[in-house]
Nanobody, 112 residues
Framework: QVQLVESGGGLVQPGGSLRLSCAAS????????MGWYRQAPGKQRELVAI???????NYADSVKGRFTISRDNAKKTLYLQMNSLKPEDTAVYYC??????WGQGTQVTVSS
């Protein structure tokens, strides 16, 4: 069974950093485009960053210059390095695989 499992969320102060991971199981990882999305309370889920199977990256304007998406195909793992975090980055972050597969989400809270 194909699964995506996120980890690395938590509570961090404004200006801090977190690194999210998304481990994939049960499928070939390298051929798929992958992405990170987030959903804040009362808001719609939004795209944060995507990385294609060839390594091309795109980011939401709100995170450009602060977040970096990367992947390790040998480990079947997707990453999101988040720096200079702001309170408005607070949300549940979801890993997504091309074709509609979602992880369960990991909470990120940015607060002093």
């Amino acid at each position: 069974q194909v699964q995506l499992v996120e980890s690395g969320g938590g509570l961090v102060q404004p200006g801090g950093s977190l690194r999210l991971s998304c481990a994939a199981s049960g499928s070939i990882f390298s051929i798929y485009d992958m992405g990170w999305y987030r959903q804040a309370p009362g808001k719609q889920r939004e795209l944060v960053a995507i990385i294609t199977n060839e390594g091309s990256r795109n980011y939401a304007d709100s995170v450009k210059g602060r977040f970096t998406i990367s992947r390790d195909n040998a480990k079947k793992t997707l990453y999101l390095q988040m720096n200079s975090l702001k309170p408005e980055d607070t949300a549940v972050y979801y890993c997504h695989r091309e074709g509609g597969l979602w992880g369960q989400g990991t909470q990120v809270t940015v607060s002093s």
